[in-house]
């Protein structure tokens, strides 16, 4: 088909995700994928500054996994998950629990980075109904964003992006994101609503960088204050690590930045380096504890039909495999440091509002007429002047960031900050 004849079935057959329908311009058709690009069906070359949607670790149809998967393929593509296992699921979470924190012992698996969150709030509350308590309520971060489900959504900020379904959505205890200034005040309010409700469930968080809400810092010493807090109260705590695991944040995971590990752990985004989907809760034995029981009804009744996809997970496999490779390493090194020193040439730059970095992670925050937010309209804009250069991007409103598979060299990096450079000078 050509490319004109896919846009036109395109617009007539296809609803696509997080789209403006009415103004949307054609979506670009990607014909291929090798390496840190994408090539378009106008012959474009494309430099991927994203990862694709955050999900792609080792490059585009990196020859290893696909041969993994390819060998998978041919031995076994699906297994129901309920009474039935298989090596890939079994390895997996093996190893898994290998590079995790220490505290965390069981691996569930799921599809996606929203089932994982999904997943995690409904162990928290399995856990409690199984104590025969009443605690059902959750606190989270003020922005944050931790998948498109109704839990998901309910433990995510109020905004555009649920607007239909507010009142549907359960209540949550949304507190800031803590720093020097207000962790004091946040922690008495904490303390305030531990002693006077015995109601809170569960913590969950976005560890170190709140993706969605604009690639949003904040520091490790500050969550691990509130994480100790909460579990001195027996709060139970669920780092959502979908978009910050494998590398994303300069360490394996974002929880290992902290002092106070999280009981329970969201996966997905990076983990089958963006070959399937798949999701991981991870949880500390206690949450799996309450659920053995000779009682059926504490059974942990939660699962889909592609729990644990062979496919999927030879991918992630293949995918860990890579990242324990001294060369990976190496090249997340690379592009951190090469980031830090972008964020230090920029910084008090009079055409930005901020400029940050956290690991392989490089945000900045346009100057624009507009406030900062999703909507704003200096977002396609940017893509726009992006792709003429050849490099993919996707910023949230006024927000541009680039999140790179580790695969780009030095040079193709710096070509990214030098487009950047002339954008922020022309603006
Ligand atoms: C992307 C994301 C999710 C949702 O994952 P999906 O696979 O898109 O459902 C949840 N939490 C965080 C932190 C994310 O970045």
């Not at 489900?149 to 949304?174: C, K, P, Q, W, Y």
């Not at 705590?237 to 106070?260: K, P, Q």
Request: with cysteine; hydrophobic share 40%.
């Amino acid at each position: 088909m050509s490319n004109t004849d896919i846009q036109q079935k395109d617009k007539q057959f296809v609803w696509h995700p997080f789209t403006h329908l009415k103004y949307a311009e054609a979506p670009i058709q990607i014909v291929r994928g090798e390496g840190a690009y994408f090539y378009d069906a106008d012959g474009n070359k494309l430099l991927d500054g994203i990862s694709s949607w955050w999900v792609n670790l080792h490059g585009h149809c990196h020859p290893y996994i696909s041969q993994k998967v390819s060998e998978q393929l041919y031995t076994l593509e699906h297994t129901i998950f309920s009474s039935f296992t298989h090596e890939p699921a079994v390895k997996l979470a093996e190893r898994l629990i290998g590079h995790l924190p220490e505290n965390q012992s069981k691996i569930f698996y799921s599809d996606n980075g929203s089932t994982a969150v999904e997943v995690g709030l409904k162990m928290v509350l399995q856990y409690w109904h199984n104590q025969g308590t009443q605690k059902k309520k959750f606190i989270a971060f003020e922005n944050a964003y931790h998948g498109d489900t109704f839990g998901g959504m309910s433990v995510g900020a109020r905004n555009v992006f649920n607007n239909a379904f507010e009142n549907l959505l359960f209540d949550v205890i949304h507190i800031p994101l803590p720093d020097v200034d207000n962790i004091e005040q946040i922690k008495e309010v904490l303390e305030g609503w531990f002693t006077n409700h015995h109601d809170i469930a569960g913590f969950i968080f976005e560890p170190l960088v709140q993706g969605a809400a604009g690639m949003v810092m904040y520091e490790a010493k500050y969550l691990d204050e509130l994480i100790a807090l909460c579990q001195q109260h027996q709060v139970v705590c669920i780092a959502d690590e979908v978009m910050t695991g494998f590398g994303r944040t300069g360490e394996f995971f974002a929880s290992h930045y902290l002092t106070n590990k999280p009981d329970i752990i969201c996966l997905s985004k990076g983990l089958t380096g963006g070959y399937m989907p798949l999701g991981v809760t991870s949880c500390a034995q206690f949450i799996y504890d309450a659920c053995v029981s000779d009682d059926k009804t504490k059974t942990f009744f939660h699962g889909h039909s592609y729990t644990a996809n062979p496919t999927a997970c030879s991918a992630a496999l293949g995918s860990l495999d890579l990242m324990e490779k001294k060369e990976t390493w190496y090249q997340i090194s690379m592009i951190s440091q090469l980031h830090q020193a972008f964020v230090t040439k920029h910084q008090n730059h009079f055409k930005l509002k901020h400029i940050r970095s956290k690991g392989t992670i490089l945000a900045l925050e346009i100057n624009t007429e507009e406030h900062t937010h999703y909507l704003n309209h200096a977002s396609e804009s940017i893509a726009t002047y992006f792709y003429k250069k050849g490099i993919i991007v996707r910023p949230l409103g006024n927000i541009l960031y680039i999140i790179p598979p580790y695969c780009i060299s030095e040079s193709e990096l710096n070509q990214v900050y030098e487009v950047i450079h002339e954008f922020i000078a022309e603006l």
